[in-house]
């Protein structure tokens, strides 16, 4: 089944940044919607960001606004979520799936790929 591999995540100070990768297994995907959810110790999972399948289309959670950009790269089947001004609260481990339409929403809906395994981010002094 197709799905997507995330990468990037890391340890990182207050206020650095971090770009995160979520590479899809197949092509296909790229016709698909992608959103980056997140889930910190404790919570429940939360939508982050999301892009529509031809990436003219973004939405964001209100608390990264202006912190976070998504973006995709159809050529490498790959879509980025450039992480700046990290807060600690930003601590979580993020995924990625296709959407069935790129909204941002607090829990998971319409996903349509299985969930990987998701990649680490700690921001912490």
């Known amino acids: 089944q197709s799905q997507f591999v995330e990468s990037g995540g890391g340890l990182v100070q207050p206020g650095g940044s971090l770009r995160l990768s979520c590479t899809a297994s197949?092509?296909?995907?790229?016709?698909?919607?992608v959103g980056w959810f997140r889930q910190a110790p404790g919570k429940e999972r939360e939508g982050v960001a999301c892009?529509?399948?031809?990436?003219?289309?973004?939405n964001y959670k209100d608390s990264v606004k202006g912190r976070f950009t998504i973006s995709r790269d159809v050529a490498k089947s790959t879509v980025y979520l450039q992480m700046n001004s990290l807060k600690p609260e930003d601590t979580a481990a993020y995924y990625c799936?296709?959407?069935?339409?790129?909204?941002?929403?607090?829990?998971?809906?319409?996903?349509?790929?299985?969930w990987g395994q998701g990649t680490l981010v700690t921001v912490s002094s």
């Open positions: 799936v296709a959407l069935v339409g790129c909204v941002v929403t607090t829990t998971p809906r319409n996903v349509l790929t299985p």
């Open positions: 197949a092509p296909t995907l790229d016709y698909y919607a």
């Open positions: 892009i529509s399948s031809g990436g003219g289309v973004t």
